[in-house]
């Protein structure tokens, strides 16, 4: 009798701490369609590398997790349902992420913290205002009464909003600005149904890429840095400090994990996400258009400081305290843990012109062969004749001679010179100005042949 009582205890007690047993929610708002996220997204997602690193000692001993991974086609609506409770992380851009900060701090009673980077490019690159591939458009001072769309809260809204304060254009008074989804906006391009698309990465290399749109403004010709990061509600972050820890650490593993691999971890991005390899591959391969980095940088707060001022210029915004706002002890754990040094990190920031200048000035994805490097853009151009003759040309890819900035060979202008030297640029018109300082022939935009057509003789003098 007494062991039957004794047992009914242990299951009666056994009971009670299962059904105390805590279960934590990590529910994470990213978008997949956003090569600046994925560091602290789809990869983190598809890897389970936030498992490897959850703690299950101490309080954490009896609990369980459940991960709700929510897609978003950009940072605005991350932001609405972070308020909602309904997400503890979200990732997003420059412009979403002060957003985000100013919309919690305006309700006087929640927060989040800007906790982590997750990418950045030091010259802005990654937004970009496209026009389909065939508009005469050259400029954005010719956009001026014209329609262009952009996705409202996005980062490349922000762009958008300064290039045109930059020109003097009054945006809700010049031209009819429509807010659009990346998709949407993408599609109406290759429609020609829009005068105008503004964008954040990868979609203005999804386009070039896929022959239906062209850029004619790039996001480093605003001056200022493009950068992506990690936000997480501060009341959760200050229950479950070791989760966030957790998730900072995971964050350095999807880093070193695509600068292993950058052709595999581009093929699986693709796989993942539907953005062919190619774009992801000129995105996160060495020379690429984004650099992975957690750190928070002076730099960054400085630029997102800026970025306010000019949400503050269109009455878009509320206040925000950055100094609230900002903890790095999260990533600075993370780091420790790791056994890494933070601050060595947080010292280094990637500048395109002056690094990319030092590798190899052309590179082919061959189908068959994989990744070709070339001393010179003129052999490139070369085999990229052949390999696309054959059907084994996945893409090219050299260097703008002005940003330093890596792009797609098929639409680089390029310039060969008095020497015979070929060299690239992204804007024809930067093309055109050191065709007349240096002498050379200017050669057709996405020519594949050193002696293709010229359409400009520069001076020789």
Known sequence: MKSQLVGAMALVLGVANVASAEDIRIAVGHQSKCTDTYSAGIILKELELIQKYLPRDGKYKDVSYTFD????????????????????????????????????????????????????????????????????????????GKSISVPVGSAAWGMTLKAFQDLGIDTKKDLTLKNQSPSVGAANIAANKIDAHGDFCPWSEIMEFRGTGRKIFDGSEAGVPYLHGVVVRNDYAEKYPEVVVAFMKAVVEAGNWVRNDPVHAATMLEEWTGVEREVQYLYFSEGGALTLDPTIK?????????????????????????????????????????????????????????????????????????????????????????????????????????TGLKIFGHIATYVKGSDGIVTAFMRKID????????????????????????IKQASMH
């Open 298 to 402: 002076a730099e960054w707060v400085e630029a997102l400081e800026f970025d306010h001022t000019v949400l503050v210029k269109e009455k878009t915004i509320p206040p925000l305290d950055f100094k609230r706002w900002i903890d790095d002890q999260y990533i600075r754990t993370a780091y420790k843990d790791l056994g890494l040094d933070y601050d060595k990190d947080l010292a280094y920031t990637r500048v395109a012109k002056a690094e990319n200048m030092k590798l190899n000035p052309a590179e082919i994805w061959h189908k068959d062969k994989g990744i070709l490097s070339y001393d010179s853009v003129s052999a490139m151009l070369s085999d990229k004749d052949s390999f696309g003759k054959a059907g084994t040309l996945r893409a090219s890819y050299v260097y703008d001679n002005t």
């Open 69 to 144: 991974w929510k897609d978003y086609s950009s940072g605005s609506p991350i932001t609405n349902q972070m308020l909602a409770n309904k997400l503890d992380f979200g990732v997003m851009g420059d412009y979403p992420l002060i957003v985000n900060g100013a919309k919690f701090q305006a309700t006087k009673s929640l927060e989040t913290k800007y906790i982590a980077g997750t990418g950045y490019n030091q010259k802005g690159s990654g937004n970009a205002i496209v026009v389909p591939i065939n508009s005469d458009i050259q400029t954005l001072a010719e956009l001026k």
């Open 431 to 454: 093309a055109e100005a050191f065709a007349t300082s240096n002498g050379g022939s200017l050669m057709a935009a996405g020519s594949t042949s050193v002696t293709g057509e010229l």
